[in-house]
């Protein structure tokens, strides 16, 4: 359902249905409150025969097709790539016979995969969403109500960060200037790998990184960040500032890429290439994530003494107890360090 305020405003009844298994879609104008819209939307659903021959792709069809109101189209196009990949075995599925053990299938696959336990409750949050859905809209059970997102201690546990000592470490073996430029910025700057990816040229202003823009996935292109807090200047030191510029100089667009930005999943896999190579030689060097420079940066920051506001508009998070919660365990860590420092006195 979509209840629209237009701009006479009138509210309009937005509805997607199934009937006799077929798409169908209604609208109707004109009503003097939301209250009313709504009404209209629950009298005409209760006037619907019971879809007792809806499978579960017809009804994600029509879930697809709501959530697409107000929406920037690369939310919308991410939304309907993630239902694409880890939603397929319930497709055939009829929506009255979808059980619990149909969702926990999905969560069980997720087990399996070596995606970020923060992305793969994102997975469970749009299934969650999508079986209250089906529930609201054809009368059965939310059978995903009971599936558990997994622990969020995991996600604190998978962080892994590196030194400087162990960023240099890796960086002798890196062999490729533009990628150990890259890599040098994305560890200094804090900033996403997308912010990186997507910054021009021109972004580069005096000492500091200009970033209003970011890719997400190469074929969405150049959008807008992550959030509103996301668009921020980013001071640099003087060697990555030194590095920005030798870039800035080059022809083309784009700061890394010239006049297309570094593949996404390029970078990714020489990241892991040279990590690779690294251990073969060092062995007790951790694996990581390129999006763990990101969060090596925040460590090294916080561990000597930043300030935690400025640390968490230079991360680009919308308040700062994303940062604290996100980084709560080196906080723990300081807590001893102040018994230690009373216990001396």
């Not at 990816?197 to 997400?216: E, G």
């Amino acid at each position: 359902m979509a209840i629209k305020l237009e701009e006479n405003g009138t509210w309009t009844a937005n509805i997607s249905y199934y009937k006799n298994g077929e798409p169908r879609h209604t609208h109707k104008r004109g009503f003097k409150t939301k209250r009313e819209a709504q009404r209209y939307e629950l009298d005409f659903r209760d006037g619907l025969k019971n879809p007792v021959n809806i499978k579960f792709e017809e009804a994600l069809t029509s879930y697809l097709n709501d959530k697409k109101t107000n929406r920037k189209k690369s939310t919308n196009d991410e939304l309907t790539r993630i239902c694409s990949d880890y939603y397929s075995d319930l497709s055939s599925v009829k929506v009255q016979d979808l059980k619990i053990r149909h969702y926990q299938q999905v969560k069980d696959n997720l087990t399996k995969t070596d995606l970020s336990i923060s992305y793969k409750n994102k997975i469970l949050t749009i299934l969650k969403s999508i079986s209250k859905y089906i529930s609201m809209h054809y009368e059965v059970a939310d059978s995903a109500r009971g599936i558990t997102k997994f622990k969020s201690y995991e996600i604190r546990k998978e962080m892994q960060t590196w030194t400087p000592s162990e960023f240099f470490l890796f960086q002798e073996f890196v062999d490729r200037e533009i990628y150990k430029d890259l890599f040098h910025v994305l560890y200094f700057s804090g900033a996403r790998i997308g912010e990186i990816r997507a910054l021009y040229k021109t972004d580069i202003v005096k000492n500091y990184i200009s970033v209003t823009k970011s890719i997400r996935h190469d074929k969405d292109g150049v959008t807008t960040p992550k959030n509103d807090y996301s668009v921020r200047n980013i001071p640099l030191d003087s060697t990555t500032e030194g590095i920005v510029k030798k870039y800035s100089a080059m022809k083309g667009q784009y700061l890394f890429g010239n006049e297309k930005p570094l593949s996404e999943s390029s970078v990714g896999r020489i990241f892991r290439g040279y990590q690779k190579i690294a251990q073969e030689k060092h062995p007790d060097l951790k694996q990581i994530r390129i999006h763990d420079l990101r969060h090596s940066h925040a460590t090294l920051l916080i561990n000597n003494g930043a300030n935690i506001v400025a640390v968490s508009k230079r991360l680009g998070h919308a308040n700062v107890e994303i940062t604290l919660k996100t980084y709560t365990h080196l906080f723990k860590e300081s807590e001893l360090k102040l018994i230690e420092i009373l216990e001396k006195i």
